[in-house]
């Protein structure tokens, strides 16, 4: 199993900026797939961004694009999403979690997450 713990949200006037971590315990953190996702109020879980176990693959949502950058340092088995230009619709409850899979983006193709940490946006 993989324990996943994220830190970093909280209040934040639009235009500024975030630093989530989600720091991983358990098994090899480093042959996993790690993924962003949030979930507004009301409605789903959405996909974020991912990043590929070596970390040389990235893949974001459309309107994060340009603004959010996924990034992970397997050797303190930590990842992070660095968020700037934020706007009052980024506000969710933001989740990492894990994959053993390859390009992935759906919620059910991640096998382990995160308890959450919310992301509030100010306008």
């Known amino acids: 199993q993989v324990q996943l713990v994220e830190s970093g949200g909280g209040l934040v006037q639009a235009g500024g900026s975030l630093r989530l971590s989600c720091a991983a315990s358990g098994r090899t953190f480093s042959s996993y797939t790690m993924g962003w996702f949030r979930q507004a109020p009301g409605k789903e879980r959405e996909f974020v961004a991912r990043i590929s176990s070596s970390g040389g693959s990235t893949a974001y949502t459309n309107s994060v694009k340009d603004r959010f950058t996924i990034s992970r340092d397997n050797a303190k088995n930590t990842g992070y999403l660095q968020m700037n230009s934020l706007k009052p619709e980024d506000t969710a409850v933001y989740y990492c979690?894990?994959?053993?899979?390859?390009?992935?983006?759906?919620?059910?193709?991640?096998?382990?997450w995160g308890q959450g940490t919310q992301v509030t946006v100010s306008s």
């Open positions: 979690a894990v994959s053993s899979g390859l390009q992935v983006t759906r919620n059910w193709q991640y096998e382990y």
